[in-house]
């Protein structure tokens, strides 16, 4: 099989840095035209901000059980063909003097029906990178489904209620669909049926029970959903060794983007990338569930094929964890599917 890097006009996956300006801000350079869009304040503390094509300009916050906002004059005003455009002066988005990190998914556009689910939802999936966003409206019904449009089984959703108050309930394949964490709190892992209804997602839907943060009656539902694709991205788990010469994690590839959490303890969502820290050891970490700015600790270094921690700290390496990771540079064949680097 034939191998061909991905370029900028089919890539999936790219952080871009940036800096403030207290006015219209046009972000360029992304590769693509991103369709879930997440900023971050590294100068200071700040909110959260993540948009998508499926919602629109409204932005919901992965450190607040707040429901989704109007951007208004503030904040990420659209999705570009090769980036997004801030504007005012904000400092969650796009204060002079302040420096920013965004990350940026590609699915397809502002979605479509899909009725594969007992609920019918609104779907913007990319098949070949194995991410989608799927929008509903929640019934409260255990053993409700939704279509998600990725063609194969998701490994991790992340599910928000976007009408409303309430927590960011995550599922992880490694955990079993009785377990649930919450993107916004440093919790440990939870025991529910009535988050996923114990029931594992297949390759056309997810199943919901009758809780109120996952399928609340009448109420605007938003869920992240991620496949696996050999090469670019990976969602899995592993068990750290207590030791200053950590656990090494093979993902099958160098690794741009990954996120970490406890599962055996309460502990933060660790946030690292390949745009903050150019070398190694990657000391910048951003907490997804926390307001803080960059934060710095020498924790673990990128590999060529996965991650190796360099600290026995409990937050990384002295517990259970699971974690989701996509690839610097990845290669795809010519069947368009991500493939490992050679």
């Known amino acids: ?4 890097t991905i370029n900028k006009s089919t890539d999936y996956f790219n952080t871009k840095l940036y800096a403030g300006n207290n006015g219209t801000n046009a ?3 992304v590769g693509f035209q991103p369709d879930f869009n997440w900023i971050k304040d590294r100068t200071s503390t700040g909110e959260h901000l993540l948009v998508d094509a499926v919602r629109g300009m409204y932005n919901i916050r992965s450190n607040s059980t707040a429901a989704e906002s109007a951007n208004g004059s503030i904040h990420q005003q659209s999705l570009d063909s090769d980036g997004f455009t801030v504007a005012g002066s904000a400092g969650n988005s796009n204060a ?5 990190a965004s990350w940026n998914w590609k699915a397809n556009g502002a979605g479509s029906s899909n009725t594969d ?3 019918t939802s609104t779907v913007s999936a990319n098949t070949t990178s194995g991410f989608s966003i799927v ?5 409260s019904t255990s053993g409700a489904t939704v279509g998600h449009g990725l063609g194969v089984v998701p490994k991790m959703i992340i599910v928000k209620t976007t009408a409303r108050t309430g927590n960011w309930v995550t599922y992880h394949h490694t955990l079993g669909a009785t377990k649930y964490l919450e993107l916004n709190n440093t919790g440990a892992l939870g025991t529910s049926t009535a988050a996923w209804n114990d029931t594992a997602p297949t390759s056309s839907v997810f199943s919901l029970g009758s809780w109120s943060n996952t399928n609340d009656n009448g109420y605007g539902m938003i869920a992240y959903c991620f496949a696996e694709k050999t090469g670019y991205s990976k969602f899995g788990s592993y068990v750290g060794n207590n030791n200053a010469d950590g656990t090494f994690v093979y993902t099958g590839f160098k690794p741009a983007w990954i996120m970490i959490k406890q599962t055996s303890d309460t502990n933060q969502w660790f946030i690292f990338d390949n745009k903050r820290n150019t070398f190694n050891p990657e000391t910048l970490y951003i907490q ?3 307001s803080d700015g960059d934060n710095a600790f020498t924790s673990l270094d990128f590999t060529s094929n996965g991650f190796k921690f360099l600290t026995s700290n409990a937050a990384f390496n002295n517990g259970s964890y ?3 990771a996509f690839a610097e540079a990845p290669l795809v064949g010519s069947n368009n599917v991500p493939c490992t680097a050679r």
Request: a positive charge.
């Open 1 to 4: 099989m034939a191998y061909t």
């Open 27 to 29: 972000i360029t350079g």
């Open 96 to 100: 002079s003097g302040r420096n920013y």
């Open 117 to 119: 689910g007992s609920i």
């Open 135 to 139: 929008k509903w409206t929640g019934n």
């Open 288 to 290: 997804a569930n926390t």
């Open 322 to 324: 699971i974690y989701m």
